[in-house]
């Protein structure tokens, strides 16, 4: 492939809902360009964009990949990100690299949670929009439904451009509302064919485009209100730039297994998506903190940004980049601005799909992709050492369901650990922990199809069989009465022995986790052995005598003992202590304590009930709500740990894929008699 300046550079994301038809509209999109000899499909796992392995088993897109093609003089770098959930670190990745969001929608099931969720994304990251209606030759599709949602949910800005000519309840032609022309697909041919008789609706059509374009300036608002008509000139023109500015959706339709309506949008993405020179600029910022302008000017100093990382089994890792300003070349000095290393450029790469080829630079506005870069992760700027800028990074939602990762043949932990390390390199969003605690590795991820993978990609890439348990909490003891007792060590074995004799008061303490006092009078304890004596008493808290856990909230206070001149020595005053606190704690009224952690909880309004429903459910208190964005609420509660495990799955069930939290540590309440027995009893076992 030639290179391209960026002002003949298109970067479009596709994005929306699972089953929507992403990866076989890039296919199309391939096909009709001539990237691509033939038209492969997601059942066969014969598709340019899903050729990993777990795309194939799945049949579904489960990470991001990058397919470019040319179009009328144009390079179009298509990003296919995947639209399940569990897998949304890959539309991040996709929003870093892009300047526009091609977002596709089922004709028959219409606007999802996916829809809003990639309107939502290209609005915060000022990504221009496109939405394309696909699968329109399936019998159950309705385009005018769709279109009435997409208005109903986006308001007026939502601008038909392409619309189907029905009849029958099928599509007979595709008419372009801005050309006045209608285009019919038979036998994989297009040909324009006269404007067919829409009625009423056709005019509703262009009422829908002057409203859209009414929203893109105050002087078009008022020429639309006073009941001026707008020349074709003006409605042109005010399509144009108001997609490019956002305040303008194009729709555009058809069907991508059959390739109608392709061409059409490949020519309306030409000529509305913004180019790379358009959109790509960047404000980074200088090693003092200072904002800098990045223009996208291939005669410019190299900045770029790494939005992907691959572990490729022939190449090794593999950095996805997206140049704004410079070309890289393979003599192109590098340095990483989060690790201050010098990166070495050995070779570059075009990527298209798995495909791999050889390629002189990746000039500014324009993707590709450098192996073997050392220190480089998913994120980092890398950019010219005469130049240092830091660019902005990606902001993955932060992963909320945690299970224990444990291997099925023992002794296998460290293969586990340095696989893990190899995938969390491909998918940052992917988090392990090892708990000091619980002796547990534990794995977080976005939902359980995401922690499968991992278990899949275990298995099938480094030959490791491992499995998911529910973690272990982390529970605590502590004590709610006063006691005083003595504790004494006295051993005779001939020659010196051992004595040490203490008597120490435990009792609740709130200001902290321990606290070590002393009140000897008379030098019953010398003073040289206290240290001795607060050793003993913190080893024997590390474990209760309820259930083991480590014992918090106490304070000990050695007020009297006894020693012998000969036998007592710092071991036995310590095994004095030791004593004394084992003898302490069972008379001391012991409680558990469990973890409890604050839930902020973003949901839709109508989903309020089963919600908080459910929080309750899990022994939680909603301390309040509060109005989120349009539409949302935000729950917050306090919820034990032990009852959250598997919340993300219940949020995501309940609200269709539109809710989402956050859950942290808070600090430790007292534990239910009944979880308190129930712990108790696990522990015997």
Not at 77 to 93: A, M, Q
Request: proline fraction near 4%; aromatic fraction near 8%.
């Amino acid at each position: 492939m030639k290179h391209y300046e960026a002002s003949n550079i298109l970067n479009i994301a596709l994005a929306g809902h699972s089953g929507a038809g992403k990866t076989s509209l890039a296919e199309a999109m391939l096909y009709l360009s001539g990237a691509i000899e033939r038209i492969g499909k997601i059942a066969d796992g014969n598709t340019v964009c899903d050729f990993d392995s777990e795309d194939i088993r799945r049949k579904t897109s489960v990470s991001l990949s990058v397919a470019p093609t040319e179009w009328k003089n144009y390079k179009i770098n298509i990003i296919d990100t995947p639209g399940l959930f569990d897998f949304e670190g890959g539309i991040y990745e996709g929003i870093r690299a892009a300047d526009t969001l091609l977002i596709a929608i089922s004709g028959k099931d219409g606007v999802c949670a996916g829809t809003e969720k990639a309107v939502k994304l290209s609005e915060k990251y000022n990504l221009t929009k496109v939405f394309f209606v696909n699968g329109l030759c399936d019998e159950d599709a309705r385009f005018y439904r769709v279109f009435e949602q997409l208005k109903s949910a986006f308001g007026p800005s939502v601008c038909p451009v392409v619309v189907p000519f029905i009849q029958d309840g099928k599509a007979e032609c595709y008419v372009n509302i801005l050309e006045y022309k209608a285009y019919l697909y038979k036998n994989g041919k297009i040909t324009t064919v006269p404007m067919p008789n829409m009625g009423d609706r056709f005019e509703g059509l262009r009422t829908a485009v002057y409203e859209a374009v009414a929203e893109t300036s105050d002087e078009m608002f008022e020429k639309y209100f006073s009941g001026e008509a707008f020349t074709p000139e003006e409605v042109i023109v005010g399509v144009s730039k108001g997609v490019k500015n956002g305040t303008i959706i194009p729709v555009f339709c058809g069907d991508a297994q059959l390739t109608y309506g392709i061409e059409q949008l490949l020519n309306g993405l030409i000529w509305l998506a913004p180019n790379a020179m358009e959109k790509s600029a960047e404000i980074a910022v200088d090693t003092s903190g200072n904002p800098v302008n990045i223009e996208v000017n291939s005669n410019g100093t190299a900045n770029a940004i790494v939005f992907k990382t691959v572990s490729d089994a022939f190449v090794g890792k593999l950095s996805y980049i997206k140049v704004i300003s410079g070309k890289i070349s393979v003599d192109t000095p590098l340095i990483n601005m989060r690790t201050g290393a010098n990166e070495r450029v050995t070779k570059i790469l075009s990527i298209r799909g798995k495909k791999q080829e050889d390629c002189d630079y990746i000039s500014a506005g324009d993707i590709g992709a450098i192996p073997k870069l050392q220190t480089t992760s998913t994120g980092d700027t890398l950019c010219s050492p005469t130049r240092k800028v830091i660019l902005d990074g990606i902001d993955y939602p932060i992963p909320c369901m945690s299970m224990a990762i444990v291997p099925a043949v023992k002794g296998e932990e460290d293969k586990i650990s340095q696989a893990l390390s190899k995938i969390t390199e491909e998918d940052p969003t992917i988090k392990v922990d090892n708990n000091s605690e619980t002796h547990q590795m534990i794995i977080r991820g976005y939902g359980e199809q995401h922690l499968d993978v991992v278990i899949s990609k275990l298995k099938n890439r480094f030959n490791v069989d491992a499995k998911l348990e529910i973690p272990k909490i982390a529970y605590r003891e502590t004590i709610r009465k006063k006691v005083s007792v003595q504790g004494k060590h006295k051993k005779q074995t001939g020659g010196h022995g051992q004595f040490g004799d203490v008597w120490i008061e435990f009792e609740p303490y709130a200001d902290g986790e321990f606290e070590f006092a002393e009140r000897v009078v008379g030098g019953a304890v010398p003073k040289g052995y206290f240290p001795a004596v607060e050793k003993g008493i913190r080893e024997s808290i590390l474990k209760g005598s309820l259930a083991g856990y480590p014992v918090v909230n106490i304070k000990a206070t050695l007020y009297d003992g006894s020693y012998h001149p000969v036998d007592s020595s710092e071991m036995a005053f310590k095994m004095a202590a030791g004593i004394a606190c084992r003898t302490a704690l069972p008379m001391a009224k012991p409680v558990l304590l469990e973890p409890i952690g604050k839930l902020m909880c973003t949901i839709p309004d109508n989903n309020m009930g089963d919600i908080m429903g459910e929080i309750t459910k899990r022994r939680g208190k909603v301390l309040g709500m509060n109005s989120a964005e349009k539409g949302y609420q935000t729950i917050e509660a306090d919820v034990p740990m032990a009852e959250m495990h598997d919340f993300s799955t219940f949020v995501r069930q309940s609200t269709q894929g539109r809710g989402y939290y956050t859950f942290n540590f808070e600090r430790y309440e007292e534990a239910p008699q009944q979880i308190t027995d129930k712990v108790i009893a696990e522990a015997k076992q």
